[in-house]
Antibody, heavy 119, light 112 residues
Framework: QITLKESGPTLVKPTQTLTLTCTFS??????????VGWIRQPPGKALEWLAL???????RYSPSLKSRLTITKDTSKNQVVLTMTNMDPVDTATYYC???????????WGQGTLVTVSS | QSALTQPASVSGSPGQSITISCTGT?????????VSWYQQHPGKAPKLMIY???NRPSGVSNRFSGSKSGNTASLTISGLQAEDEADYYC????????????FGTGTKVTVL
């Protein structure tokens, strides 16, 4: 059974750095073709793709957020970590991690974690 | 990189068919057969309904079908049911810069 679960702070202050962890089970991020991505959704708004890391450590980022994002993986812990610097209230959103076998579609998703940016 | 364009809302009566469009560019929808569709109920994570334009994952009803023509992809729901009422998002692989995927603006489907 494949599961993913996001964890991290629910509240961060403006200018702080957000660190989110995606802990997964049922697959290995060392298997060829596998990737884990991050997608966010502000309240009442559309999904926004953020970043993706592949089994071979290839990384992709949203151009508009590239300077603020870092994605890493710890294969031994079955975890993917996303950091986002200089948080702003507009970054308030539910953040999802999700599994892809193809880079273009996400077949399994975590439940999401709501992050609020407020002083 | 702009989001793919979808109608804000589409509605239909039970049993009817509806179609949701998703318009992009030659750098995404038009350039690759890597369009996917997601269903999202309130407070829930998105669920993959269609991948690679027209393929259904195991367990997804065959009432859902996908197609593409030029820079526009479409999701058709036939035999509309109350449980189909949800938000729907398209997504596409894109060759734009470092971006890997782009999502659509989302469509609210209402079952009358």
């Amino acid at each position: 059974q494949i599961t993913l679960k996001e964890s991290g702070p629910t509240l961060v202050k403006p200018t702080q750095t957000l660190t989110l962890t995606c802990t997964f089970s049922g697959f290995s991020l060392s298997t060829s073709g596998v990737g884990v991505g991050w997608i966010r959704q502000p309240p009442g708004k559309a999904l926004e793709w953020l970043a993706l890391i592949y089994w071979d450590d290839d990384k992709r980022y949203s151009p508009s957020l590239k300077s603020r994002l870092t994605i890493t993986k710890d294969t031994s812990k079955n975890q993917v970590v996303l950091t986002m610097t200089n948080m702003d209230p507009v970054d308030t959103a539910t953040y999802y991690c999700a599994l892809t076998y193809s880079s273009s579609w996400y077949v399994y998703w975590g439940q999401g974690t709501l992050v609020t940016v407020s002083s | 990189q702009s989001a793919l364009t979808q109608p804000a809302s589409v509605s239909g009566s039970p049993g009817q068919s509806i179609t949701i469009s998703c318009t992009g560019t030659s750098s995404d929808v038009g350039g690759y057969n890597y369009v996917s569709w997601y269903q999202q109920h309130p407070g829930k994570a998105p669920k993959l309904m269609i991948y690679d334009v027209s393929n259904r994952p195991s367990g997804v009803s065959n009432r859902f079908s996908g197609s593409k023509s030029g820079n526009t992809a479409s999701l058709t729901i036939s035999g509309l049911q109350a449980e189909d009422e949800a938000d729907y998002y398209c997504s596409s692989y894109t060759s734009s810069s470092t971006l890997e995927s782009v999502f659509g603006t989302g469509t609210k489907v209402t079952v009358l």
